[in-house]
């Protein structure tokens, strides 16, 4: 039983570069959510989907963007990295909006 | 919108001392509230959770919270900690109507053998 599968783990980037962070889960869960934690800062909404086609922004989005194209996935994009986005990232689903979150293991993305 | 204090940064406790550790959220309406522990180099994992009912909720591994609605509070206790219990914690919020769930800064927990 997978649960909730990031990929990458790790990434360092170049400022300007872009890449996708991949989130997999495989608990037929409608909700889908992209967090950012920072030291001191908690965990902060990036994006998040209520189901398959839909995305919202969250507390923090600028700079990133996502997709839903299938209800297991959720793909996080940065365009043009920023130091400022050097983070650890955590992807979670849920069954509903008000169920507990299952969160992936997360992905270290450095940028310089 | 909807928003959660954790008083405490930092949090440095002997074995077998009590723990409690405190929540604030502003939310004008009804509320899940929840309590998640990160243990070092881990992901989130769910303590405790409340959704109605009786207002003292307990969770795994001997943690319990209590929710007072007039106080807009939602404090999680252990009698006794121990050595293993050392992580971050983290109090969220989830209103009635919102589809996001709100994290506090978390409190970092260390318990010193």
């Known amino acids: 039983n997978a649960g909730v599968t990031q990929t990458p783990k790790f990434r360092v980037l170049k400022t300007g570069q872009s890449m996708t962070l991949l989130c997999a889960q495989d608990m037929n869960h409608e909700y889908m959510y992209w967090y950012r934690q920072d030291p001191g800062m908690g965990l902060r909404l990036i994006h998040y989907?209520?189901?398959?086609?839909?995305?919202a922004k969250g507390e923090v989005p600028d700079g990133y963007n996502v997709s839903r194209l299938k209800k297991q996935n959720f793909l996080l994009g940065l365009e043009s990295a920023a130091p400022s986005q050097t983070s650890v990232y955590f992807c979670?689903?849920?069954?509903?909006?008000?169920?507990?979150?299952?969160f992936g293991n997360g992905t270290r993305l450095t940028v310089t | 919108a909807q928003s959660v204090s954790q008083h405490n940064h930092h949090v440095i406790l002997s074995e077998a001392a009590s723990l409690e550790l405190g929540c604030n959220y502003s939310?004008?309406?009804?509320?899940?509230l929840f309590w998640y522990v990160q243990y070092p180099g881990q992901h989130l994992q769910l303590l405790l959770k409340?959704?109605?009912?009786?207002?003292l909720v307990k969770g795994i591994k001997g943690f319990e919270a209590e929710f007072i609605k007039s106080k807009f509070s939602f404090n999680l206790r252990k009698p006794s900690v121990q050595w293993s219990d050392t992580a971050e914690y983290f109090c969220a919020v989830f209103g009635a109507g919102s589809y996001q769930l709100t994290f506090g800064k978390g409190t970092k927990l260390s318990v010193i053998p």
């Open positions: 989907s209520v189901g398959e086609g839909t995305t």
């Open positions: 979670a689903s849920s069954g509903t909006g008000n169920s507990p979150l299952h």
């Open positions: 409340y959704f109605s009912g009786d207002p």
């Open positions: 939310y004008g309406g009804t509320v899940n």
